[in-house]
């Protein structure tokens, strides 16, 4: 997919695109197909999807292990591979 590609919507509504799809899951012909999404859209989920973070934070609900081990492995990721952009 490059950086041109539209985003895409997966089955869990998380929008998809070069910077949020794992490399194997781009070049995976088996995975299920997503659907592709208009900017707007993605501007509409993104707000959507922050006003829920928000409410879970302010319920002190948030944070949870799983959320801090998938973090920890993104940036351990990410110093493995000298991503410098997120």
Same mark, same amino acid.
């Given at each position: 997919?490059?950086?041109?590609?539209?985003?895409?919507?997966?089955?869990?509504?998380?929008?998809?695109?070069?910077?949020?799809?794992?490399?194997?899951?781009?070049?995976?012909?088996?995975?299920?197909?997503?659907?592709?999404?208009?900017?707007?859209?993605?501007?509409? #989920?993104?707000? @959507?999807?922050? =006003?829920?973070? &928000?409410? !879970? %934070?302010?319920? /002190?609900?948030?944070?949870?292990?799983? #959320?801090?081990? @998938?973090?920890? =492995?993104?940036? &351990?990721? !990410? %110093?493995?591979? /000298?991503?410098?952009?997120?």
């Amino acid at each position: 997919m490059s950086p041109s590609s539209p985003n895409r919507l997966n089955s869990a509504g998380d929008v998809l695109n070069a910077d949020t799809l794992p490399a194997a899951e781009q070049e995976d012909p088996g995975a299920p197909e997503a659907e592709t999404i208009t900017p707007a859209e993605e501007a509409m #989920l993104r707000a @959507e999807k922050l =006003r829920t973070i &928000r409410e !879970a %934070i302010d319920r /002190g609900s948030y944070d949870s292990d799983e #959320l801090l081990d @998938e973090a920890m =492995r993104r940036m &351990r990721n !990410a %110093i493995e591979n /000298g991503d410098q952009s997120r």
